[in-house]
């Protein structure tokens, strides 16, 4: 394998860094997503709620696919495996985080977090567990806004793995990806409000005067 895994890492951070969720929008509908959004955040939902639901799906697509392929041709051809797939696995994560090509200010990465898990398939299945845990929490125990639900989602699988995933690299690496998602997260908050809701009923709520209230 050789240093082969340095090149799929520099491969996976400059695909990552394609930042198609501001570009795209940028061009075909002459908005800058950052501006508006509520958390001024360049990804994929944003997209789909503020530029419609093509122009979203397919910036989503491209922000899964920009992670998952890099990855998936590392494992599946590149033959990386074991401690290597630890720098290989976050670093279009990484790379969508602290884009280049927008002074390092990039987005949230949930997207190419599902796409690098998505990448890792052919030597682990943590993208299920995470894929459960995202439905579980987005039409069961439904939280919002849905970048709240994608942490209390990844924290869900993260512990999980613990249990079920026998590759201790692909554990660190989601790890990492979770902590790369949850920091992005805090850094650019939503605006809005947070919710809680079980069935019908709306367990908590917090305004945006940052209080919460039973209802």
Known sequence: MGIGWIFFTVLGFLSGSVMYSYLIPKKVCGIDIRKVSPDSNPGGINVFREAGHGIGLTCI???VLKAALPVFVAVRFGGIRGIQLLPVTIAPVLGHAFSPFLKFHGGK???????ALLGLWPV???LVLLIISAVFFHFFVIIRPDSLCICVSMSF???ATLFWEPSLPARFALLMIVAIVFF?????PNRGEYSITIGNHVFCRKSRENKFRRE
């Not at 990465?109 to 796409?115: D, E, M």
Request: hydrophobic fraction near 50%.
């Open 109 to 115: 990465s949930i997207a190419c977090a599902f796409g």
């Open 61 to 63: 697509a491209l922000d």
């Open 157 to 159: 699988s993260l512990l």
């Open 184 to 188: 992005k997260t805090a850094r650019n």
């Open 124 to 126: 682990s299945k943590m």
